[in-house]
């Protein structure tokens, strides 16, 4: 692990870096809450039988049925067509919060994946503690033997 003197040449060089940083991070923090209080997304079903609206937080405020195809469904091929609908709409919305968020949260892990639960606790874990460990753990700290 490197401290401030290998980066920057002096304290105050390294103190202007990280409120430029801060900076950076309050205004992104900025753009997620606007994103999600002010973000819409509609999706529409591959069959085009409904529409689903979310707002940025990836809730759903509408579900629209187009024509009358839905009334034909067996309730298993609607409930289907729901569920994917839904599935991607959430998915855009997780997008468009982590294409605002920028780079990995924390190195190694996408806000994306995080939120739609693709990676695991363990996961994390290992990507946030490894880097302090060095080249010791490689397969992993938790509960694993360590490379000799």
Not at 36 to 62: N, P, Y
Request: with cysteine; hydrophobic share 35%; aromatic share 6%.
């Amino acid at each position: 692990m490197t401290d401030w003197t290998d980066q920057y040449k002096s304290l105050e060089e390294a103190n202007e870096a990280a409120l430029a940083s801060l900076e950076r991070e309050q205004r992104k923090l900025s753009d997620i809450t606007k994103t999600m209080s002010e973000a819409t997304t509609t999706v529409k079903a591959k069959d085009r039988s409904l529409t689903v609206d979310f707002d940025g937080r990836g809730e759903i405020t509408a579900i629209n049925f187009h024509g009358t195809k839905y009334r034909g469904m067996a309730p298993a091929e609607l409930s289907h067509v729901l569920m994917e609908t839904i599935q991607s709409g959430r998915a855009q919305c997780l997008q468009k919060l982590a294409d605002v968020m920028g780079e990995d949260i924390l190195p190694g892990v996408n806000f994306a994946d995080l939120a739609s639960g693709r990676m695991n606790a363990e996961e994390i874990l290992d990507k946030v503690v490894s880097p302090f460990l060095g080249d010791t753990y490689g397969d992993g700290i938790l509960g694993r033997k360590s490379k000799d």
